[in-house]
């Protein structure tokens, strides 16, 4: 009775609903609540989780009513980890990595050409990235075997792309190619002596092809290119973010740098921000941050602030990622510490660099900023394990949340480790899909235990939040779309679906706790779980409809699973048609 009262109570405040979504499969992410068929918002909020039968009251003449057709709705995805300003190069510009032909050459950049305002330099390129990728499953091997690779020639662009300049490089930045403007930009002609540290292609008449190599090609050409401008990079970031809406991305954390906050601001006034943003400073700007106050969860629920970042070792693809034991393809290396951390604020006089992040750390730490360290290898891991004790034994016991970013070969031994400190796991899943085809060839079967260990952390008691890294390294792409990250999760395997049980399938969680790290606990770790993350009363309405029901399908279908419908902030932003 009490119940029903309470019910009519809330229609009575709550009212007529902006957007009703009914005969859904909605899947909560709210343990109190888990299934329900129906939601209505009003103005920015969920005000009804109900059944088609409850949700009636809530439809009024001016509710635009969604009709889920029995389609599974979530949460909103949390992305924990965008590069969002390279995300914008790499989805705007020129990528070229699974290039390796004259033909689609030319045509990536004619489209290139033709979106980009007039004056912008075309840049990226790393083309012949998938070319080496198939040569070998160790990819170093075979670049070296491999000595003729696609080559691009001026007079393949020259004509179609007019007065615009171009400038790329191949996969491995160790071939650069420039148009005919490009190279008269950089002084570059027939008779001109080659530039110091760059050797010009030419052809028998000594006309530069475009093709250049040597160490000072990149310096160059970095003074010419001029950067990007205001209006182009708000312009890339539209575009990114409407990427994000159609994978139902409705929240990210951003590791670019202040310009790209500068821009989401911009793009918040214009009322065009259609994804909350997490944004974080380096750690050595943890003092100006203090100043003003901003601390753990500081900012507001569009774009949030408080956290820094920083780095301690390097990363697995040129086995920089920091071991307890060395690789077992190059007995000689341990990986490294990450050597400068910040080398023009060395604070520390004598100490060694890794405390020079552990004493710049702790003053953070203190002043309350959320703390986010990048560690691969299992001794950072460790290493970060160790900081966290000291963390709480010199600042105390607090509602720290800690971020292990990426947190990718963990040593079995240091699970235990995880338990009762509240550790956020900064998990992208894709990774293991990419990386398991040369893992056990640079670490070996018994450590390989220890890669992408979801099921470990998890159980750990650590708090696994999921997210892309996009856009990737030069080897390859980390994309967006979520359904990839959820995949690999559930079945750890490539996307051509091998190993067939999945690649130390003791390590797979279920697609529930799955959509769980890519919403719920992505909030938690930005101190948010208690505005988003999950389709409860009173939460910020960004709601997804998605085109299959996820927790029922074959997991091997779950890459291909589309969003249909994206609600951001109490509006449809995205309608497959
Ligand atoms: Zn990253």
Redesign the pocket.
Known sequence: MKRFFLFLFSILIAGEADIVIKNGTVWTVNKSNPTAQAIAIKNNKIIHVGSNHTIQSFIGDHTQIIDAKGKLVLPGFNDN???FESTCRIVTGLNLMDVHEEKPFIERVRSVHERFATGVWITGGLWSAYEAWGLSSIGEEGRKAKKDFFKPHRKMVDKLIGDRHLFIQRFDRKIFFANGNALKAAGITKTSPDPPNIKVERDRRGNPTGILSGSGVQNHFGTIIPPRSWEQRVWESEAVLKRCAQYGVTSLSD?SDSRQREIFYHLRNEGKLTARIHSRGYLDQWEKMAEFGIKKGAGDEMIRLGTVKAWIDGIMGNSTARFYEPYSHNTNEFGLWRKIMFPWRSKNGGRDLQSNLEYLALKADSADIQLSV?AIGDAANGYLLDMVDRLIKHNGEKDRRFRL??AQVINPKDYERFAGKNIIAEV?PYHCTDDMRWMEERIGHERSKGAYPFRSLWDSGAVVCFGS?SPGTNASR?PLNPMLGLYAAVTRQTLEGNPEEGWFPDERITIEEAIQAYTLNSAYASHEENIKGSISVGKLADVVIVSENLLEIDPVRIKDVEVVTTIFDGKVIYQKD
């Open positions: 980890h965008v590069h590791m990048h970013v990426h992208q890294d980390y």
